[in-house]
């Protein structure tokens, strides 16, 4: 049940959970830059370079996990909610 509560916190917050998720990722990406926190000596691609790119790669993979979900959802596993009282 606090996951429930947890989640129900994040929706009435939905403002606020957004601006501190974002933040996040924005401390993410100046971390990544600062060469003495991430060694990139053995990165395999030219990208992995870029300072951030695993911060915004992982950002966009989970936003587009999300808004997949939802169309995924939405196309036929969703159901009404007294589905199972009946």
């Known amino acids: 049940m606090k996951l429930l509560s947890?989640?129900?916190?994040?929706?009435?917050n939905l403002r606020t959970t957004v601006k501190v998720c974002l933040?996040?990722?924005?401390?993410?990406v100046i971390a990544d830059a600062i060469?003495?926190?991430?060694?990139?000596?053995?990165a395999h691609t030219k990208?992995?370079?870029?300072?951030?790119?695993?911060s915004v790669f992982g950002f966009l993979a989970c936003?587009?996990?999300v808004i997949a979900s939802k169309a995924f959802g939405h196309a036929g596993i969703m159901t009404r909610e007294d589905?199972?009282?009946k």
């Open 47 to 54: 990208v992995e370079h870029l300072p951030g790119f695993w």
């Open 6 to 12: 947890l989640i129900e916190f994040f929706r009435r």
């Open 63 to 65: 936003v587009l996990i």
């Open 23 to 28: 933040a996040v990722l924005v401390l993410l």
């Open 35 to 42: 060469p003495a926190l991430v060694d990139k000596h053995h």
């Open 83 to 85: 589905y199972y009282d």
